[in-house]
């Protein structure tokens, strides 16, 4: 983020507590003040890393920040982000989104070459390679002769001294966008992040572009083309917030579609419809506007509980289980329910909540999914768990249905949430849906022959 003459690390704490919902692990702040980079990083949540204290210390007026979800690299303070290294007169910074599929090969052979790693991250290797990059070329050259190295998904804020880079992959998996404040420029994961800088969304950062702000002014680069891009679909389903417009979709707007598909395509005799929450909120609205069959919420979430802790036995477990989501009894007894949800992973959370909706007197319970069986791992940025813990992997749906223990279980379908989506089918990574892969990973099934890259000719990209 670059702001002419305001103090900026604050609005990045206010932009970071916008996006928290995307990693709740660690949170990190980076600033230029004119002469040199302060840095202040921590494990938990922004709220509860930053104090008033510490972003005072934080002076200058570009900067970037991140919030973690671990994807690569151990659980440690060392692996939060920005993650800085200095070379000589350069201290370069790099907050990342996404995960890199070569980055164990490419770590191997900057370690052959004598670098030293203070991570375990992913993210370090970008750092790395852009550092040796820079001592040759102009930083556009720079940064496309890393991302020819980079195999995976990474949207980028990068510090390089003063000057901050935002960077898309060359298949646009992860999101970022570019928004106008007061008197400045944001580059960010969501839009929800300008919102809450009261600013306006400009535009999202095409696949395989880059910005750079510098002294106030904005530059775009063009530096790397896909005939297509493979943005990821699971962020549509349940990863990014309601209220974000995402490559150019309003993501409320995709739920409520997903929810009216799922309508059609498995109708249900019920008497109420409720979400699963939070995530399946929009979802069941969808559903009941298609539907006819009225919404009545059966579940209530605490939005107080943090992150579940690990509990030392199971009647533990299953009391922090209950302090994060109550049944609502009058509202169930005797009634027939389609309960809403966005994904079903382990299968855990599905079954759960289906016997306590039972234990609460409900006649049946019809489950509606907003996603497609989820069969496969996901290797580009979201924390899906490998094929042995996905539910859906070795289970039919009549078999999953059985294991939740629903009275029916219907997902919508691949062809169903695109439309939701409203992009061409062609345009997303459905790894985790299919099983095949935008780009290649080693024992799986890609399409990458037909997604070439190739670099944009000089002068051919600006914008
Ligand atoms: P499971 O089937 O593994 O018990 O969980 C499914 C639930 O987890 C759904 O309600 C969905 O909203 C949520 N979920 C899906 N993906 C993720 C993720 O990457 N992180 C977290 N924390 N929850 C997820
Ligand atoms: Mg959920």
New binding site residues.
């Given amino acids: 983020m670059g702001d002419t003459n305001k103090n900026v690390a604050r609005m990045i704490y206010y932009a970071l507590h916008a996006l928290q919902h995307r990693g709740q692990e660690a949170a990190g702040i980076c600033v230029h003040d004119g002469k040199s980079i302060h840095s202040y990083r921590g494990i938990g949540l922004v709220a509860e890393v930053f104090t008033e204290t510490q972003i005072a210390l934080l002076p200058g007026a570009v900067g970037i920040g991140h919030v973690r979800y671990p994807t690569s690299g151990a659980h440690t303070l060392e692996n939060s982000q920005p993650i800085l290294v200095k070379y000589r007169d350069k201290t370069i910074a790099v907050a990342h989104n996404g995960n890199l599929v070569n980055s164990g090969e490419l770590r191997s052979e900057l370690e052959g070459a004598g670098d030293i790693f203070s991570t375990t991250s992913d993210t370090e290797v970008i750092a790395h390679l852009l550092v040796k990059e820079i001592q040759r070329y102009d930083l556009a050259d720079a940064v496309r002769a890393v991302m020819r190295r980079l195999v995976g998904s990474y949207s980028l804020a990068i510090m390089c001294n003063d000057t901050v880079i935002g960077l898309r992959d060359p298949l646009g998996i992860k999101p970022l966008c570019i928004g106008a404040i007061d008197d400045g420029i944001v580059v960010a994961s969501e839009s929800v992040a300008i919102d809450a800088l009261n600013g306006r969304l400009i535009r999202d950062v095409a696949p395989g572009e880059m910005v750079v702000l510098r002294d106030g002014e904005m530059n775009c680069i063009r530096l790397v083309n896909s005939p297509r891009p493979a943005h990821c679909i699971f962020e549509y389903v349940?990863?990014a917030r309601p209220d974000s417009i995402m490559d150019t979709k309003l993501i409320y707007d995709v739920r409520v579609n997903i929810g009216s598909i799922l309508a059609d395509e498995h109708p249900a005799d019920a008497d109420i419809v409720s979400p699963?929450p939070d995530?399946?909120i929009t979802m069941a609205v969808g559903y009941h506007q298609r539907s006819g069959i009225r919404y009545k919420e059966c579940l209530m979430k605490n939005r107080y509980v943090g992150r579940t802790f690990i509990m030392p036995d199971q009647s533990m477990r299953e009391a922090a289980v209950r302090m994060k989501m109550n049944t609502i009894r009058p509202n169930i007894e005797g009634q027939r329910i389609v309960l809403v949800?966005?994904?079903?992973?382990?299968?855990?959370?599905?079954r759960r909540i289906v016997k306590m909706v039972k234990d609460a007197g409900a006649q049946k319970v019809h489950v509606r999914i907003g996603s497609p069986p989820i069969i496969a791992p996901c290797y580009l940025g979201?924390?899906?768990a490998s094929r042995d813990e996905l539910?859906a992997a070795h289970k039919t749906v009549a078999g999953v249905e059985t294991v939740i223990d629903a009275d029916s279980l219907g997902y919508v379908s691949l062809e169903g949430l695109i439309r939701a989506i409203g992009l061409p089918e062609d345009h997303f990574c459905t790894g985790c849906l299919t099983g095949i892969y935008p780009l290649d990973i080693p024992g799986e099934r890609s399409m990458s022959s037909q997604r070439r890259l190739t670099d944009f000719p000089p002068n051919d990209g600006g914008g």
């Fill in positions: 349940y990863f699963i995530s399946g949800d966005d994904s079903i992973v382990r299968g855990t959370t599905s979201i924390d899906m539910i």
